[in-house]
């Protein structure tokens, strides 16, 4: 449990770092005009996952990495269809890699939180299912034309994740030993 005293240093800190990032935007000149370009969406939702891990690394929330990685991967898909002049039809298919980005923050946040290993198994069956299904709506909306032997070979990777998943959540809770106890 926190302590009166560190949870508001940990606040203060949060609100000062805040701070300093909109006195930045009010006094440097044209550093907000960067926000106005054809990239604005993904730099603002750059910006606000840049704030939020801010105000996790002051607040030592590691939990915080999670939505991190969602609003930074978003803004990734914008900058993406902007660069690549896709255009926002693309979300016929992009919205497949949330539950990816979901997923890389749970393995963030576990390996922060020092179990690696629990992030992994935590993790991989989103970011598999997310891969899948961005290939798999992205040949049918016309999005990615040269699927090849991809979804295939993915299908098959997540068919040994979930057949092998357990194997090493038994191996985690018991100390590194298999079929052993801790």
């Known amino acids: 449990m926190n302590s009166p005293t560190k949870s508001s240093l940990r606040t203060g800190v949060a609100l000062i770092l805040l701070g300093v990032i909109f006195l930045v935007l009010q006094i440097i000149p044209g ?8 990239n604005a969406s993904a730099l603002v939702l750059f910006g606000v996952a840049l704030i939020l891990a801010l105000i996790g690394i002051a607040t030592g929330a590691t939990g915080m990495i999670i939505p991190v990685c969602i609003v930074a991967g978003i803004g990734g898909i914008f900058y993406w269809q902007t660069v690549m002049g896709a255009g926002y039809l693309t979300w ?23 179990r690696p290993l629990k992030g992994l198994t935590d993790a991989m069956g989103l970011i598999i299912f997310s891969l899948v299904a961005f290939l798999i709506f992205g040949s049918l909306f016309g999005g990615i034309t040269n699927v090849g032997l991809a979804v295939p070979i993915l299908i098959i990777f997540l068919g040994l994740v979930v057949l092998v998943q357990p194997l090493i959540k038994r191996i985690g809770s018991s100390g590194g030993q298999p079929g052993g106890t801790s």
């Open 92 to 114: 016929s298919y992009a919205w497949a890699l949330i539950p990816g980005f979901v997923g890389v923050g749970i393995f963030l946040n576990e390996l922060l939180s020092g």
């Open 31 to 38: 550093i907000s005009e960067i926000f106005r370009g054809e």
